[in-house]
């Protein structure tokens, strides 16, 4: 079964320092990775996803993720953190066939909380 | 253009009452996917809609069903509600012929009290 895991429920970092929010998957198969965010009393708001190609991810608000598949990991980095970056992460992976028609689910850790001190 | 929108936002119900929720998808998009988000946990997948059929659940009772109409929309409905049903709900549009890989874009949701 696919899955996803966030080891670290909160991650704290200055403004301005670079900041990881990290991820693991398990999955068989191919993996398909996302990388969502929410803030209070919004919905999730899709910032970057992996399918194939190149290990490093470019996405919304200079946000960038790196897939690794020998560590198993799909870790959310960003080189200059805001304190408007503060906000809830979550890590998907897709389920479904990939072939032909069929459903296309998203399984999510259980989120990192990220928090941005001035 | 518009995004993913829910109704009602907020809701408060008693126990064993039902409850419908509804969601108009992103413009463009014919597939819907409806998640359970509870207190301090990663949304769970509830089911999805394509060509108002149910393509796919996932591990949720029978209490919940839903219903996709011919302009895309959709509805959530929940019976007998349980304490634990009280959640955040979300809505999740994509288009399916976009591919398999395709980002589902989210609704503000609907946060559902069971009192």
């Known amino acids: 079964a696919q899955s996803v895991a966030q080891p670290e429920d909160q991650v704290n970092v200055a403004e301005g320092n670079p900041l990881t929010v990290k991820c693991t998957y398990s999955?068989?198969?191919?993996?398909?990775l996302f990388w969502y965010v929410q803030y209070p009393n919004r919905g999730l708001q899709f910032l970057l996803k992996?399918?194939?190609?190149?290990?490093l991810v470019k996405g919304s608000y200079g946000f960038e993720a790196e897939f690794n598949k020998s560590q198993t990991s799909f870790h959310l980095k960003k080189p200059s953190a805001l304190v408007s970056d503060s906000a809830l992460y979550f890590c998907a992976v897709r389920d479904g066939p990939t072939s032909g028609g069929g459903y296309n689910k998203l399984i999510f850790g259980a989120g990192t909380r990220l928090a941005v001190h001035p | 253009d518009a995004g993913v929108t829910q109704s009602p936002t907020h809701l408060i119900k008693t126990r064993g009452q039902q409850v419908t929720l509804r969601c108009s998808p992103k413009s463009g998009h014919d597939t819907v996917s409806w998640y359970q988000q509870a207190l301090g946990q990663g949304p769970q997948f509830i089911f999805q809609y394509y060509e108002e059929e149910e393509r796919q659940r996932g591990n949720f009772p029978d209490r919940f069903s839903g219903h996709q109409f011919p302009n895309y929309s959709s509805e959530l409905n929940v019976n007998a509600l349980l304490l634990g049903d009280s959640a955040l709900y979300l809505c999740a549009s994509s288009l399916a012929g976009m591919g398999l890989y395709n980002e589902q874009f989210f609704g503000p949701g609907t946060r559902l009290t069971v009192l």
């Open positions: 992996y399918i194939t190609g190149d290990n």
């Open positions: 999955v068989s198969g191919n993996p398909y």
